[in-house]
């Protein structure tokens, strides 16, 4: 189910790939209650809550109203307490806030800063099994990043050493520096990417705070932010990255395992599951001029599935086909629809996407969708058109969530309706030109004095981040 909360204004919608920011409660009266949060301005980061079958979220409530437009992040006890750990807007000092989870709502705590000292941005916060929370950061100073990293015994209060301490410095300087706290049998595991050529970690045993050498997962040449890492029931460590190409690596323990090449193109959001010890990597890809699918791959034998699309939704559509009223005469578009070529969306009788009153233009898929990416060759002026769907029995009109659209611009993100759960529960499927499916269709209400031809459409959306639940 997708589910439209509000829109951000932050730099950082939903943070950065090694983030954490959906969680289930685990145990009690609201076990299972899932709490999702955002930063939805360049300063405030709000929390709203669902419980099965998550068709509806609470009211979104604030819970940090001093972030700086930086990312944060988070994690959940057992308990369901929730600790932020972010960047203070006024000073970029490193700080956490505590959200004690009591009668099924969580309570903002008190400020608790963590280093003072130097500029502070992507943190990453763990704990260990006895309660000890760790924090990893990338620190700028003299105008370089360094990893480091320190830990809290009371519940994040204060941290060995006070503020004033950056406490260990766990990598050299360099130009970038993003990292990520995971923790495998006795020991934390800090990973990180460094100066855009450099993934490594470092880890130490819970018992001690002193942190092995270093040593290297893989070198590259476009190593950033664009990474994750998680941990099997079985204890092994999946590694995902993208390096103009998606690739894995796992450490079993002892050994890494060899460089695996998921997908030979570069990809965004990287993100890792284990399900039952299958590891299940998704990530964003490019499909053509702002569009991203949601792509996946599992290992459940010896080797990666091909990577599919997880949201068949969001994906070229079915079939489009334009209608020539003069002429009464469909044409198949569907393959101009889904190629880049330009200006190639047009009826083979006018020349045009649409022109005169009463042509139309039909946008088929087999799944309900909310949404058309619009690429046009040319623009339209002086036309309207109407917006509709068939209920069974007619055809409704409608506007679109994103706005009244004549075809009048080159470049069109259209939201037909806000999110899944908003399309109307009455459309239903008809037979056009000998094709039964999902419509929508845009009909001519006035005629165009200049007449818009189409590049490319799809139901592929722009999507910046996406996050798996903890």
Same mark, same amino acid.
């Given at each position: ?8 204004? %932050?730099?950082?919608?939903?943070? =950065? ?28 980061? @709000? ?37 932020? *750990? ?31 000292? &130097? &500029? ?14 760790? *924090? ?10 360094? =990893? ?75 190593? !950033?932010?664009?990474? +994750?890492? %998680? ?7 999946? *590694? ?51 569009? @991203? ?38 044409? &198949? ?10 200006? +190639?969306?047009?009826?083979? !009788? ?5 022109? !005169? ?48 659209? !004549? ?59 996406? *996050?798996?639940?903890?």
């Amino acid at each position: 189910m997708q589910y439209h909360l509000e829109n951000s204004s %932050a730099a950082y919608e939903a943070g =950065i790939s090694p983030g954490k920011r959906i969680f289930k409660v685990s145990s009690g009266q609201f076990a299972g209650r899932v709490a999702a949060l955002y930063q939805v301005s360049p300063s405030e980061i @709000k929390l709203s809550y669902s419980d099965y079958p998550y068709s509806l979220w609470s009211t979104p409530t604030t819970v940090i109203n001093d972030s700086a437009d930086f990312p944060f992040d988070a994690i959940m006890s057992e308990s369901g307490y929730i600790y932020i *750990v972010y960047t203070l807007g006024s000073s970029n000092d490193l700080v956490l806030r505590k959200l004690t989870f009591s009668g099924g709502s969580w309570t903002i705590g008190a400020l608790n800063t963590i280093y003072n000292g &130097d &500029d502070n941005y992507f943190p990453s916060i763990n704990a260990e099994p006895g309660g000890r929370i760790w *924090v990893s950061w990338s620190r700028l100073s003299g105008g370089q990043y360094y =990893i480091n990293a320190k830990y809290s015994d009371d519940d994040g209060v204060t941290w060995p050493t006070g503020p004033t301490s950056p406490g260990t410095t766990l990598s050299a300087a360099a130009d970038l520096a993003y990292s990520k706290l995971v923790d495998r049998g006795s020991y934390n595991y800090c990973i990180y990417t460094l100066g855009t050529t450099k993934l490594a970690y470092r880890k130490k045993h819970f018992n001690i705070t002193l942190w092995d050498a270093e040593e290297a997962i893989a070198n590259g040449i476009n190593l !950033d932010h664009n990474f +994750d890492a %998680a941990v099997s029931q079985d204890e092994r460590i999946g *590694v995902i990255f993208d390096d103009n190409k998606i690739r894995y690596r796992e450490y079993d323990g002892s050994v890494w395992g060899s460089l695996i090449d998921i997908d030979s193109s570069s990809g965004y959001f990287p993100q890792i599951k284990f399900a039952k010890n299958i590891p299940y990597l998704i990530y964003l890809s490019d499909f053509g001029t702002g569009q @991203k699918r949601i792509l996946y791959s599992c290992r459940e034998s010896d080797s990666f599935s091909t990577p599919e699309v997880l949201d068949s939704r969001k994906a070229p559509l079915s079939k489009v086909f334009c209608y020539r009223a003069i002429s009464g005469n469909f044409d &198949d578009l569907t393959t101009a629809a889904e190629s880049s070529a330009t200006s +190639d969306i047009y009826h083979s !009788d006018s020349g045009a996407m649409l022109e !005169d009153l009463g042509d139309t233009i039909y946008f088929g898929h087999d799944q309900k969708f909310n949404y058309l990416k619009l690429i046009l060759g040319s623009s339209g002026s002086g036309g309207a058109v109407s917006w509709q769907y068939f209920n069974g029995q007619e055809w409704i009109a409608f506007s679109p969530s994103g706005g009244i659209f !004549d075809f009048s611009t080159s470049e069109k993100e259209l939201l037909l309706w806000d999110d899944y759960g908003s399309i109307p529960p009455d459309w239903q499927k008809k037979t056009i030109n000998g094709v039964e499916l999902l419509w929508i269709r845009a009909i001519v209400s006035s005629p165009f004095t200049i007449a818009p031809v189409g590049t490319q459409i799809t139901a592929i959306s722009n999507i910046s981040a996406i *996050v798996l639940m903890e």
